[in-house]
């Protein structure tokens, strides 16, 4: 399978498609776009309610009122869209750091940064939430259901309750949380209104202290290959991490102290250590579990033996189809499993959620000589390295791991042929904030 | 932003939607009804997108979140005539190929639809589905041996 495959996979879009876009387009000159005119009206309103809610008048008459005026309804979309989108916002943010104490149970995975907490398991349940500057508030603040105002540490805060329809039979309630002082508020969204509740109860943001000298990167060999790679033009975005920061050579037993991304608390500090890397013909020491686990396919029958002997060698025939006519020749490929474990050592040196989803243990193949991928990562030929087991399996498992508690995690890695040769062992992490690449390499074979 | 350079930015992202949408609906009626859906909510809410750089992330965003709310209201059982109908769509030479991709889990497929089919970066991925870099990249390392695992069984 080639890339250009992918690319060329559905056709360009048919007619009726076509023709159904441009309808589509055509109606937007009965619809309005969101009326800009409004914000200042709406900004100077919620000041007002906010200035008077910190003084003497009632803020909850003003704010239903007002917003009782100018409601429109509106769907799901319009606080799903995300500002991380415009860089001149992350930055303006960036003095912000949210604090979530309470998390709902199911909430254990998605995207999290100091500004942002992102959930949804793809079903009917998410939690949304982010930091947003008050000037965004007059534009966003809508259908208000109630409006009340506490104290929270000595702050200050009101908070305005909205309920939003998706497809009129679910209602899912939004909730803006203006911390005056700051200048922010905490802006949440859910399907589940008590878990919402106990979400916003407790949350708080905190303007970051100035962040002293920033840390001297230290490069191991390889950033200047990486680099030589990416001033080649190949950068293309899936090896992005490894030129935008550090990247280090490691020898097993040497600690790698990693800052993390830890879902629901920004960033945590785990110690890891690759205590091993052995070369295997047994699948010794690895559950069954962590083969399935990690993939949709069973991938342990697939490489082993049922005596646990690996598979070493197999078989296949490769069509090369000329410029895609599949009527190419037919050529049997004979190709060698090689097979290694690691043993990866993780010590919290934080609290930390999602272990297995903070950072990456991943194969990359990398070829020196020619200062670029060997084979440009992919499969061309069908040769391949990658990982195929892992302690408690994939993306989709949690571990959370007090300050102090250590995990070991094991995974199993096949490369095929001269794979074996420029294979490395890749631990990748990236702080909350998306400041801090770390990357460490371990030669496979030594 | 105007109608008019609304529906130029909507028009050249024309190749990017059906494809977002046929990948995760198989069905071009309902990847239709999904665009359509996506193109309104879009031009209702523009105030919120604030640099038109980011138009065509933040247009695809919006159609991934519609087609997923369609999956989840969509009956659990595909009839027959439907799944004829989704196969018959597709060009013949590579039909494996898209068999396979379809295939995949939704979280690993649509990494490898935004990635190889519509050559998005990492990054720009990471703006439309909200997830860490690496597990971009560990899914499309997944999409990948998964899609070789199926076509060679094929």
């Known amino acids: 399978m080639k890339t250009e495959e992918l690319k060329q996979l559905y056709a360009a879009p048919t007619e009726g498609f076509h023709e159904r876009v441009v309808q589509t387009l055509d109606r937007l000159e009965t619809i309005s776009a969101a009326p800009k005119h409004h914000v200042t009206a709406r900004k100077v309103a919620i000041i007002c309610a906010v200035a008077a809610a910190l003084g003497v008048l009632s803020v909850t008459a003003v704010a239903t009122n007002f917003f009782g005026l100018t409601t429109t309804q509106t769907g799901m979309y319009s606080y799903s869209v995300k500002m991380q989108n415009e860089s001149s916002q992350l930055e303006s943010l960036s003095r912000f750091k949210m604090v979530l104490p309470y998390i709902p149970e199911a909430c254990k995975s998605g995207y999290c940064s100091d500004i942002e907490f992102y959930y949804s398991n793809h079903e009917e349940d998410y939690l949304h939430v982010y930091v947003m500057e008050d000037e965004e508030l007059d534009s966003k603040i809508m259908n208000v259901v109630e409006t009340s105002e506490t104290e929270m540490d000595g702050h200050q805060v009101v908070i305005f309750t909205c309920k939003v329809a998706q497809n009129i039979d679910r209602l899912y309630y939004t909730v803006f949380k203006y911390f005056k002082e700051e200048g922010c508020a905490l802006v949440f969204s859910a399907s589940d209104y008590d878990e919402l509740m106990k979400t916003v109860e407790q949350a708080a943001v905190k303007l970051k202290e100035v962040s002293e000298e920033p840390e001297e990167e230290e490069y191991g060999e390889n950033i200047h290959a990486l680099k030589d790679y990416r001033e080649m033009g190949a950068g293309g975005g899936f090896m992005d991490e490894y030129t935008s920061g550090r990247v280090k050579n490691v020898e097993i037993g040497e600690a790698m102290e990693l800052q993390v991304a830890d879902y629901g608390k920004a960033t945590a500090k785990v110690t890891a250590v690759i205590t091993s890397l052995r070369k295997q013909d047994t699948a010794e020491g690895l559950l069954w579990e962590d083969f399935t686990r990690f993939s949709d396919i069973d991938l342990y029958s697939r490489y082993f033996n049922s005596d646990g002997t690996l598979k070493k060698e197999f078989s296949t025939t490769r069509v090369d189809g000329a410029d895609g006519d599949h009527l190419g020749v037919a050529t049997e490929l004979t190709y060698t499993r090689h097979f290694y474990v690691a043993e990866i050592e993780v010590t919290a040196d934080s609290d930390i959620n999602n272990l297995y989803g903070a950072f990456g243990i991943g194969v990359e193949v990398y070829d020196k000589a020619t200062k670029t991928y060997y084979k440009n990562g992919m499969t061309p030929d069908g040769e391949h390295c990658w990982v195929i087991c892992r302690t408690n399996g994939n993306y989709n498992q949690t571990m959370n791991l007090k300050k102090g508690e250590t995990a070991t995690i094991r995974i199993g890695l096949i490369a095929e042929n001269e794979m074996e040769d420029f294979a490395y062992l890749v631990v990748s992490a990236v702080d909350a904030q998306h400041n801090h690449y770390q990357n460490y390499m371990l030669k496979v074979k030594e | ?148 695992l199926s076509l060679q069984e094929n």
């Open chain 2, 1 to 148: 932003m105007t109608r008019e350079t609304f529906s130029d930015l909507v028009m050249e992202s024309e190749r990017t939607l059906f494809c977002v949408a046929m990948s995760m609906l198989k069905n071009e009626t309902d990847c239709e009804d999904a665009v359509q859906t996506a193109i309104l909510t879009a031009y209702e809410k523009l105030d919120s997108l604030k640099n038109e750089a980011f138009f065509k992330t933040w247009l695809v965003r919006i159609l991934i979140n519609v087609c997923k709310q369609q999956l989840r209201s969509r009956r659990r059982v595909v009839s027959f005539e439907e799944y004829s109908q989704a196969e018959e769509a597709a060009p013949a030479d590579n039909i494996d190929v898209r068999m396979a991709v379809e295939q995949l889990p939704l979280p690993v497929r649509e990494v490898i639809v935004l990635y190889y089919m519509e050559e998005f970066t990492v990054k720009e991925i990471r703006s439309i589905l909200h997830i860490p870099e690496g597990t971009i990249k560990s899914r499309l390392s997944k999409g990948r041996e998964l899609l070789r």
